[in-house]
């Protein structure tokens, strides 16, 4: 599928082509967005703009030269968007700035491209008048939801943190949020991370008017702010994990002193029991009469005496 945008008499208008497009020539187009688009709506606007649309390969590399790259007449960036999905999920979008017009690649749909053209849609031609400032303001939009994904991320853990704190034994479940939690963090500072590097070579670009510049460096003072208070939920994270598994570290020692007590309690008694279960001819105590009862008292009280020394040294 193929989005446009583009300007009719001093209006900003908006197609949509489910199948084919029809590209005009007269007519002056700042955004051309292209969704799952099938390889011959790819090579239509190739042919129409004269331009080489970035590959799916080229999107996901990791090389810096393949996430950013410039010429003497367009800008070429590839950049991770975050879904908020089940399990979230980092989908690759590639981007092309060439003259007034942006070309956009991507294979999925998603809540920022959604917000932009409603943002569109409302504004017009008010403050939409290049394809860079689509650009920019794409960027603005995603990093708003970053922002809002974070301070989801924040509650949830803040409800993790009261739940450590009332908790009397570990949870495996808390365990296991905590880890997802951590996780999407991770996600969730790649992406902003990704952003910065590619305002940041924004910003050193001569296709970047005044304008768009001054919106770019307040959304890296966003992106650096961001990028604290993700660090800082990581760190938060790291705290509450490490204080459930110091509550599990406590209840397994807990566990670990009560069999300890209980076998040397015992030691005693068994010595006993075995002193007396040795089948030798000659045993002085084996002709008392009472020697029964009084090897009883003795794995009794060689048994009460321990536990009262354990509990004098207070180490019950």
């Not at 208008?13 to 005009?24: G, I």
């Not at 080489?52 to 007449?73: F, G, M, N, Q, W």
């Not at 949020?177 to 991770?186: G, L, S, V, W």
Request: hydrophobic content about 40%; overall charge neutral; aromatic content about 10%.
């Amino acid at each position: 599928m193929i989005r446009v945008f583009y300007t009719h008499e001093n209006e900003l208008v908006w197609e949509k082509y489910p199948e084919k497009a029809v590209l005009d020539p007269n007519r002056n187009y700042l955004w051309i967005d292209l969704i799952h688009a099938s390889q011959e709506e790819k090579d239509l606007v190739c042919e129409f703009f004269h331009v080489k649309l970035p590959t799916y390969k080229e999107a996901v590399e990791i090389e810096s030269s393949s996430r950013y790259s410039e010429d003497s007449e367009s800008i070429k960036a590839n950049s991770g968007f975050l879904k908020d999905e089940d399990p979230p999920k980092i989908h690759q979008v590639s981007f092309l700035l060439k003259g007034n017009t942006l070309f956009t690649v991507r294979n999925v749909e998603l809540q920022s491209f959604a917000e932009v053209v409603k943002k569109i849609n409302v504004a017009r031609q008010d403050f939409i008048r290049s394809g860079s400032q689509i650009w920019v303001l794409l960027l603005e939009t995603r990093i708003d939801l970053d922002a809002d994904y974070i301070e989801s991320l924040t509650r949830i853990t803040n409800v993790i943190s009261r739940k450590v704190q009332s908790l009397s034994d570990p949870e495996e479940k808390t365990l296991r949020k905590i880890a997802e939690i951590q996780e999407n963090t991770i996600l969730i500072r790649e992406s902003i991370t990704d952003k910065q590097r590619l305002i940041s070579a924004l910003l050193r670009s001569p296709f970047i008017d005044i304008e768009t510049g001054n919106r770019l460096r307040v959304i890296m003072k966003d992106v650096m702010s961001l990028l604290q208070h993700t660090q800082f939920s990581f760190e938060r994270l790291e705290y509450l994990q490490d204080t459930l598994m110091g509550l599990v570290n406590i209840e397994q020692n807990k566990i670990i002193k009560i069999f300890t007590v209980v076998s040397v309690v015992f030691m005693p008694p068994t010595l006993i029991a075995s002193i007396y279960g040795m089948n030798f001819r000659v045993m002085p105590e084996l002709s008392f009469s009472f020697g029964y009862p009084i090897a009883i008292v003795l794995m009794i009280s060689s048994s009460v005496l321990t536990l009262l020394y354990f509990k004098r040294k207070k180490w019950l």
